[in-house]
């Protein structure tokens, strides 16, 4: 591969200089997305194969990151499971939620070959277009995250249904985050089959858990997947918004990488994690809302904190959708400034 | 005072069982409540003496918490700075977002005995009433979440506006911090002249901040508030939802009580604040939207790792408005119903 330092990172072996991406680096933010986007419904976008596969390469084009991520979306495999879907500007809708036994006994865990075909063929053609000059990452939603827009019926700002279930029927749940872990541990061996040469467990909203409960609800699951797929041989990385109080039991999932956001100091999280892990992030996406100067230097510090060794630059959590394309710019270039001598470790 | 259990446990003497209230206890979850609001714009409502009194003392004549709260909004003292309020049921809406060093320039600092006469008149009758069977609390929001109010235009996901600032402009958000500052210094003095016997400053938002953020945004502001009130003799108690990063300096605010939300261990805190303050929290809301058997688990286990010395059983963000009023009677009861042994810290 010609360029590999995103997986030499994940794996803390020594890097020239720290790699770069950006969590939805290919997304609404981009003028040529906005164009594709204008003609096509995004649930019909992540299907299309020409489209998605051209989406996935937009970013990497126009600023050169370290790896391509897969343009998908982390409710794909929810709709294979029989959850009726669909994505409008506001955020997911889900048509017919779960909130009793039944309705997630009639859930399926779907044959990623046929019924997320789409998303393979995607990953396929990734591949072959970007033609090893970086890798290609692919991902999909965990449980816990996943269960709370299935259960809420789409987005939330209180999490309180899923929080009812949590505290008044944890046994329904706990059936739910199941079937839902052996959806996605089908899911992401066949992405690893079709090409995936890492993989992004995202789990975005286990940052509402107290400890306790992200020991009972969503790390157990986590830890399973990473369990299963562990012999692909592939780096795992798990991302968690808002994980400070949660930090100690993900150094337990068994993911080499883990992502974080910017409310941790990443200096401390380095110090924490010892040697056991890789650590990704962790600039405030709101930083690339102002201006260059304000990226650079976010951008310079976070890779001084993360240590030069084992360390993925990135965001605390997605691009916000307003971000200007030079501020994208900045931030990959940031890291591209920044040589070995600055990057190296300064002590432990 | 009949019952000054709440004080001792803010203050860290023996109390014979750990005092219990509920942040935004007064409010929508409530019938009584929303027979009173129905006929009442929001902010018309915080405005009437005789109302706001009357629905101050809703939630204790109820279920009889050992604390009576103030009923008002944090953006009242916003509004008489020169800021246009409106409270419809959606979320606060801003009409003139402070964007610029002329906005920041154009806002004033109101006098509290002529400009918001009216909550100390409220403060005064709620008083009297309680007629020393529980203490007042009084309260105001803390610099950085008024500000992100005022910056944001109303509630916000991202807090993409003040970031912006924060990365942008930092000079301007210190000129309107500092002024928020001065005013509810002002504000919250006032307060205690007219009856308040303990002081909450709400910093919901700043959990939203890095440590670094933290340190030079928010910390530096509630430092002098509460510098500036010390001499009052009241508790002071800080609030911040997702604290988990920013604990270890909020232990420096001056605080003599620091409230945190569900997601940090409160045993764990317990370790980590020594004897410098006491603790508030940590319930989920959620919780109380579940089962009575779950709220008198979850409120006990909150009991049992609060230690007993310096602990005041509450919720860890505010009550939500769809809560049944027969779960805030349990979760008042189950703090009634441990005795001292058991609330005793078990070791240290």
Known sequence: MKNDLFLRACRRSPVERVPVWLMRQA?????????????VPFMDLVKNVELATEISLQPY???????????????????????DVSIPEGGPRIGNPVR?????????????????????????RVRRLVNDEVPVIGFAGAPYTLASYIVEGGS???????????????????????????????????????GA??????????????????????????????EETRKLGVPRILFVNGCAAL????????????????????????????????LQGNVDPCVLLSTV??????????????GGLGHILNLGHGILPTTPEENVAAFVEAAKKVPLAAAEPKSS
Request: glycine fraction near 6%; proline fraction near 3%; hydrophobic fraction near 45%.
């Open 156 to 194: 939330s700002r209180q999490y309180a249904l899923i929080k009812s279930m949590l505290y008044g029927s944890p046994r329904v749940l706990h059936a739910l985050l199941e079937k839902i872990s052996d959806t996605i541990i089908r899911y992401l061996r066949a992405q690893v089959e079709a």
């Open 293 to 306: 100067g304000a990226v650079e230097k976010e951008a310079a510090e976070a890779i001084a904190k993360g």
């Open 61 to 83: 084009r126009r600023f050169g990151m370290d790896a391509v991520i897969l343009f998908s979306d982390i409710l794909v495999p929810v709709e294979a499971m029989g959850i």
């Open 27 to 39: 997304g609404r933010y981009m003028q040529a997305y906005r164009d594709v986007r204008r003609k």
């Open 100 to 124: 009793t036994p039944e309705d997630v006994r009639a859930l399926r865990v779907p044959d990623p070959a046929s019924e997320t075909r789409f998303v393979l063929d995607i990953l396929e």
């Open 247 to 278: 930090f100690d039991d993900m150094l337990e999932s068994g993911a080499e990488v883990l992502s974080v956001d910017w409310r941790v100091d990443l200096a401390e999280m380095r110090v924490r994690a010892g040697s056991r892990v890789a």
């Open 197 to 226: 040469q890492a993989l992004q467990l995202f789990d975005t909203w286990a940052g509402e858990l107290s400890a306790a409960q992200y020991r009972e609800f969503a790390l157990p699951y986590v830890q399973r997947i990473f």
